[in-house]
């Protein structure tokens, strides 16, 4: 299915991979850039959660509070579901989105990878930033990185997720209050045997 959605996207984005440019909105109104679909990354992300509820893998989730590991074990699907599903339900291709969001792709020769970089122009968005690095060769999905601000009474929360083709997810979380910050790192792994 990633396939299928990596494909159907360079095939609607043809010609911004030969010119290594994207279209942006301007202050005037939308070009007709604008307009065109984003890398569907959300559909990539459910399926790979779709992916990890249907295989027999233990998912092992580590958390590590300002540089210490806090807590570390196996845990159920569900509640691997209920952490993640929100990365896969911001979709800047909503209508009501899509005019804040451009996109840049480029062929990086370096990695061998295609990256579509997805910008916000909003600043109180939640979803600020998406890369999406595919194999140049196959087409297929290698990482997602999200980048998210959610601006709270008290505080301030800043999320960078890295999710890594059918093996893992690390949520880096910054909390920000008036007088401290904490940093969290959660992460979900699936991609290791059980012992």
């Known amino acids: 299915m990633r396939v299928l959605f990596a494909f ?3 095939a609607a984005a ?13 202050a005037g109104g939308a070009t007709a850039d604008t307009l065109a679909p984003l890398y569907p990354f959300p559909q990539y992300l459910a399926d790979q959660i779709r992916y990890v509820d249907s295989m027999p893998l233990g998912i092992e ?4 509070l300002n540089g210490r590991t806090t807590d570390s074990g196996y845990i159920d699907k569900a509640v691997f579901k209920a952490a993640v599903a929100p990365f896969a339900a911001i979709d800047p291709n909503l ?9 840049n792709s480029f ?3 370096t990695l061998g990878t295609i990256t579509f970089s ?9 979803l600020q930033k998406a890369d999406v690095l595919l194999h140049a060769d196959t087409k297929k999905v290698k ?13 301030v929360l800043y999320r960078r997720i890295n999710w890594v083709h059918n093996m893992r ?26 012992n």
């Open 169 to 194: 997810c690390q949520v880096a979380e910054t909390i920000q209050k008036k007088d401290s910050t904490y940093d969290r790192i959660t992460e979900y792994i699936w991609d290791k045997p059980m």
């Open 118 to 126: 997805i910008s916000c122009t909003d600043s109180t968005a939640v």
């Open 143 to 155: 990482y997602v990185l999200l980048e998210m601000t959610e601006a709270n009474e008290d505080s």
């Open 107 to 109: 062929n990086d020769l």
């Open 95 to 103: 209508a009501s989105l899509r005019p804040s969001y451009t996109e």
């Open 8 to 10: 159907l996207w360079l």
């Open 61 to 64: 989730k580590v958390t590590k």
């Open 14 to 26: 043809g010609s911004a991979l030969p010119s290594c440019q994207s279209g942006t909105s301007t």
